[in-house]
């Protein structure tokens, strides 16, 4: 009977096995085209740092969903007191850090007054600068007090840089990140992948992946063969240019465009003359051509803006029409301004593609209203002590690829050099405000004076261009904030 | 006294190569720093990006070190390198020479099998081609060497990875799984970078061998050597090989001095961990230290190689042993 029972136990034990094996995979390689610095998401402005980590290793007392709605993460729920000031956070119970430590209202308190201390160097300090004082209630209750409203409050804890990490490992944190995440850190091969597995504790729904790989592939025209061969299975965001007509035709892949928050602008110096002149920047709105634009900076994939807004955004308002193209106009208006035979002056471009290809149509598009540009193209390093820093430009073309970053126009100091009262009070009720029909409204005004005031050449919103194999599902299709969220990712039949 | 003179000369030969070896090394580091030095840019902003608050970047530079003036910072540098100790990455905050060994693992065998394999293909076919000197067998050669000059190596090794890595799949089209994967898998991903390196390389190497081989032939010496009575072959193989191999030698001492961080074009293509990208990378996001050390280790590589390279010629002349 015994050995019938070991038979019987076998061939049962045999029969899981074979079906697990028939099971669909549970690993994945992605390919990502800049490898982080570190890892630590609370110390640096690298993208690349939360398009591995976010929501996958850190998480948030809240964070932001695929559509960039902002959803509960270690903050179970939460209250706000009626004057707007106080938000009391109620956390997960029963949540431990991948060291095995737990988490707890200590490690929320520590994580926010680390990012605002004073020798911080968190690289999004500004999301912290409402917070007044961060008190435990109990292990499982913190409460929030600010100095004043802040309507984005809840959004801005979603950020990456505002992950909850230990004390015991927030040092440690670039070379071997400890988060709550569903996925685990497992290696980072410095210059070639960095590996995360699957947390087996995790607090909150299991993912279904148990092994993912960031590889680095830093040519975009190596990505068509490693997605071939099978050796990479998604590019979540890969300027493949004109390959992409081949990857199409290919059922084994699916190619998802989706959008960014990467509002692609032409930088103007707003108190540089001539540009200091509200006539000379509607004379260039009027000259520019988005769709030419478009089509040669992004193959025709970027979505036309009209001001510095995402049209994924709820709060949008189209506002292209504002300065239609319109040579004739854009001449006519340099006149007025008193340059009626044009003027010369300088085209800055940073090395991005649609920087370096968008910058030779838009002088092209300059040129027939008589402003002659001349182009000077600009390493990273270089644009940001020259232009970002010390302002010394007349135009350049930039992506800000920070979400809901409108308030930047209100920066004093800031590089665009834009000043206007009016623009400022707006932003500062939109601080203010948390009613989210209120909100609205204040942001659509704000767009309607950035775009009257043609602060920038507004051109583009940055597509995201993303492949992968077709029986990969639940990569995110946009880009809200930049992330390669994992969680909800799984391989179908 | 007692010593041959030839000793002496091969001591006083390494001395003086050692000492301007040592000089080189000192002016390349002047160079280096005051160069880096002279680049706008600023690590702190870079790590920090467009919406860093100014008290953050302060806080960050005074982190990195670099609200010192730069004479402090030269010296502290150059005492670094003096006690081997290269400085800790303002990026990746790990130390300099970590960063250079995980990155020497994949750069020295990549240099070493494609040093190989160009030497390996590029000697015989020199060797055949100046023995058929004008003949169809000549020209044949020839032609494909210069092809193989002409051809960008990055699109010869896209056409590899199409052809080997996604029609065959034989092998993995790009990255590097690390040694600790074993052996061969690491060996698999290093092969069609190797090739894609070697063949141009191989090319230069080939025309070199016959043109240096064609030079010695013409010399006296071996028309004596002929009129003796010797074999043709045996003339070829033992007076006019050893003879043309000191412009080789010279050749293959530079070309492996270029494949150590000159392969940055082919480290892209085939997304390799490798020196060339580490510096890169670094020059692009001002991450100052680890170019400096790592500028300074090429230099370093670079003039040992070239020492080596000197003596070999005194190994295959002896003409240069017994000079005085």
Known sequence: ?493 | MGRPPQVLFMTAYILKRLAIGIATLLVASIVVFAVLEILPGDPAQLMLGLNATPETLEALRQQMGLHQPWPVRYLSWLGGLLTLDFGRSYTYSVPVIDLVRERAVVSLPLAAISLVLSTAIAIPVGIFAASRRGRAGDTIAMGTAQLGVAIPNFWFGLLLIYLFAVWLRLVPAGGFPGWAAGIWPALKALILPAIALALPQAAILARVTRSALLDVLNEDYIRTARAKGMPRRYVLWRHALRNALIPVLTIIGLQFAFLLAGTIIIENVFYLPGLGRLIFQAITQRDLIVVESVVMLLVAAVILVNFLVDLSYAAVDPRLRARQ
């Open chain 1, 1 to 493: 009977m015994k050995v019938w029972k070991t038979i019987l136990a076998a061939s049962a034990l045999a029969l899981v096995s074979s079906t697990a094996a028939l099971a669909a995979r549970t690993d994945l390689v992605l390919g990502i085209p800049l490898e982080p610095p570190h890892l630590d998401p609370t110390a640096g402005a690298a993208a690349a740092i939360d398009e591995v980590l976010y929501a996958n290793v850190f998480e948030g007392l809240t964070r932001i969903g695929s559509k960039g709605e902002v959803l509960p993460a270690l903050a179970e729920s939460w209250t706000i007191s009626d004057d707007g000031k106080v938000y009391t956070f109620k956390l997960h119970t029963g949540v431990k850090f991948h060291d095995g430590t737990d988490f707890n209202a200590d490690d929320v308190k520590f994580s926010l007054d680390r990012a605002r201390a004073e020798n911080s160097t968190n690289a999004q300090k500004g999301l912290f600068a409402a917070i007044d004082t961060v008190e435990v209630v109990d292990p499982a209750t913190v409460k929030v007090t600010l100095k004043r409203p802040q309507g984005s409050f809840l959004y801005n804890m979603g950020w990456g840089d505002a992950v909850i990490v230990a004390q015991e490992s927030a040092e440690t944190n670039k070379e071997k990140p400890i988060g709550t995440g569903p996925f685990k850190f497992d290696n980072w091969a410095k210059g070639a992948s960095i590996t995360l597995s699957k947390n087996p504790d995790y607090w909150g729904d299991p993912v279904a992946l148990e092994k993912a790989e960031f590889r680095i592939v830093p040519d975009a025209a190596a990505a068509i063969p490693a997605l071939l061969s099978g050796d990479v299975q998604a590019f979540p965001n890969v300027g493949v240019g004109d390959a992409l007509a081949q990857i199409e035709a290919d059922p084994r892949f699916k190619v998802v465009i989706g959008s960014t928050e990467g509002e692609t602008l032409l930088s103007t110096n707003n108190k540089k003359p001539p540009f200091d002149k509200l006539q000379v920047r509607q004379a260039i709105a009027h000259a520019l051509d988005r769709k030419a634009i478009i089509d040669a900076a992004s193959s025709g994939l970027g979505t036309p803006i009209g001001s510095h807004f995402s049209p994924a955004n709820a709060a949008y308002v189209d506002l292209t029409g504002t300065y239609p193209h319109d040579v004739a106009k854009a001449k006519e208006l340099l006149k007025e301004a008193g340059f009626p035979d044009g003027f010369k002056a300088t085209l800055k471009l940073p090395p991005p593609a649609y920087a370096r290809d968008g910058g030779q149509v838009i002088a092209a598009e300059l040129r027939e209203i008589g402003i002659d540009l001349e182009i000077i193209p600009v390493e990273w390093a270089d644009w940001l002590s020259q232009v970002f820093t010390n302002k010394d430009y007349d135009l350049t073309i930039v992506s800000h690829t920070e979400p809901n970053d409108i308030d930047i126009y209100s920066r004093k100091d800031y590089y665009f050099n834009y000043d206007n009262p009016a623009f400022d009070k707006v932003i500062a009720q939109l601080d203010e405000t948390a009613d989210e029909a209120k909100r609205t409204e204040l942001y659509k005004q704000a767009q309607k004076i950035l775009a009257d005031d043609a602060v920038n050449g507004f051109l583009f919103e940055l597509p995201k261009i993303g492949i992968w194999d077709a029986k990969v599902e639940g990569l995110w299709e946009n880009s809200p904030i930049q992330a390669n969220d994992l969680t909800k990712v799984k391989w179908v039949d």
